[in-house]
Antibody
Framework: QVTLKESGPVLVKPTETLTLTCTVS??????????VSWIRQPPGKALEWLAH???????SYSTSLKTRLTISKDTSKSQVVLTMINMDPVDTATYHC??????????????WGKGTTVTVSS | QTVVTQEPSFSVSPGGTVTLTCGLS?????????PSWYQQMPGQAPRTLIY???IRPSGVPDRFSGSIVGNIAALTITGAQADDESDYYC??????????FGGGTKLTVL
């Protein structure tokens, strides 16, 4: 069974750095047809794709947030880590990680974590 | 910056058919964007309905179908049921490992 579970702080202060961890099970982060993305959703708002890491360690970032994001993985620990610098109250959201699976030509988010809620407030 | 557009809201009668759309603020949606669609119930993580334009993962009812119509991607729900009332999101692949979500459509079944 494939599962993803997000963990990290519930509350961060403005200007601080957020570090979130996605722990996966049921698949390997070295599988060439799989990667992991981070997606967030502010309260009452739309989902927003943030970043992705491929099995070969290539990374990609949202155009609007790329200066603030870093994604990395530790295959031996089955973990993907997202850091976001200079947090602001508008970054308050539920942060999800999702497995990206490439059955044929393209990836899609086939399994999602339940998400972790992060509030940015002083 | 390219924006992925969806209707903010839509309503359908029980048993009816509804088509939700997914477009681009600049340009046309094509199969090369590999449109995917996700359903999100309140307080839950999204569930995949469609990927690569029209492919349904196992377990998704065949009353959900995806297509490209003209220059937009479309999700059609036939025989709408009460538990289809939900938020629906499309995602487009922009190339270079970048994906963009649409703003979502809140579907009401009444």
């Amino acid at each position: 069974q494939v599962t993803l579970k997000e963990s990290g702080p519930v509350l961060v202060k403005p200007t601080e750095t957020l570090t979130l961890t996605c722990t996966v099970s049921g698949f390997s982060l070295s599988n060439g047809r799989m990667g992991v993305s981070w997606i967030r959703q502010p309260p009452g708002k739309a989902l927003e794709w943030l970043a992705h890491i491929f099995s070969n360690d290539e990374k990609s970032y949202s155009t609007s947030l790329k200066t603030r994001l870093t994604i990395s993985k530790d295959t031996s620990k089955s973990q993907v880590v997202l850091t976001m610098i200079n947090m602001d109250p508008v970054d308050t959201a539920t942060y999800h990680c999702a497995r990206m699976f490439q059955p044929r030509y393209a990836y899609y988010m086939d399994v999602w974590g339940k998400g972790t809620t992060v509030t940015v407030s002083s | 910056q390219t924006v992925v557009t969806q209707e903010p809201s839509f309503s359908v009668s029980p048993g009816g058919t509804v088509t939700l759309t997914c477009g681009l603020s600049s340009g046309s949606v094509s199969t090369n964007h590999y449109p995917s669609w996700y359903q999100q119930m309140p307080g839950q993580a999204p569930r995949t309905l469609i990927y690569s334009t029209e492919i349904r993962p196992s377990g998704v009812p065949d009353r959900f179908s995806g297509s490209i119509v003209g220059n937009i991607a479309a999700l059609t729900i036939t025989g709408a049921q009460a538990d289809d009332e939900s938020d629906y999101y499309c995602v487009l692949y922009m190339g270079s490992g970048i994906w963009v979500f649409g703003g979502g459509t809140k579907l009401t079944v009444l």
